[in-house]
Every structure is written in structure tokens, then in C-alpha cells.
């Protein structure tokens, strides 16, 4: 059983930065886990933001370049680094663990995620 628990979000400013953490009760993506972050407003599905997979990094064309996801192995966490905040980035943001999957699609489907934490929430104003 993969247990995650976010943490980090926040208010802030438009171009302000913020970490967001995962912490992952087994060893993240290492061996046989993707960690990935999503992110939700209401009334709205939930929307990949990032995976690690194994040494691999996906990301959505919406974040790219802004946002970074990376892993500390030593303390079993993911981070999700968020750099030049917009207002439409405001959602609760929610990291999610998958067994390694063989088609990268499936990364970028909130169903194919068996591993959800609380979600933590960031809001950003302009």
C-alpha cells in the first residue's frame, strides 16, 4: 500500500515560486512506481501537470518550462517545483503513484492512478 501526503501549497503573488512535496511511504519511482501531480478546480476534471517515471519526466504543455518535478530518495519525497506562478495556475494540486505503465498516454490519465494523497492547495493572485 503506497500512501502520499502533500504539502507546500500556499498564496501567492503571480511570478512569485513555490515546492510543493509529496511524501511517499514507499521508495518513489525507483523501482516500481510513477509519481505524478495533478491538479483540480471545481467543476473541473483533474489535469496532469507532471510525472516521474523511473528517470523519465513528462509534463503538460500548460507548465512546461515552469514547472520541474524531481525526487529525493534519501527522504522518499517528490517535489514539484512551481517557478513564474500564473492566476490559472490556481487549483488543489494532488500527487498520485502508478505501478511503471508501457504506454506514456496512460501517465497523463487520472484513472490510471491506483494512489491519490489529501491534495494541498495554491492560490495565485494577480
Known amino acids: 500500500q503506497v500512501q502520499l501526503v502533500e504539502s507546500g501549497g500556499a498564496s501567492v503573488q503571480a511570478g512569485d515560486s513555490l515546492r510543493l512535496s509529496c511524501a511517499v511511504s514507499?521508495?518513489?519511482?525507483?523501482?516500481?512506481?510513477?509519481v505524478a501531480w495533478f491538479r483540480q478546480t471545481p467543476g473541473k476534471e483533474r489535469e496532469f501537470v507532471a510525472v516521474l517515471a523511473w528517470n523519465d519526466r513528462y509534463y503538460a504543455d500548460s507548465i512546461k518550462g515552469r514547472f520541474t518535478i524531481s525526487k529525493d530518495n534519501d527522504k522518499n519525497t517528490v517535489y514539484l517545483q512551481m517557478n513564474v506562478l500564473k492566476p490559472e495556475d490556481t487549483a488543489d494540486y494532488y500527487c498520485a503513484a502508478t505501478p511503471l505503465l508501457s504506454n506514456y498516454y496512460g501517465y497523463l490519465r487520472a484513472t490510471s492512478y491506483g494512489y491519490w494523497g489529501q491534495g494541498t492547495q495554491v492560490t495565485v493572485s494577480s
Open positions: 514507499e521508495r518513489p519511482s525507483n523501482y516500481y512506481y510513477a
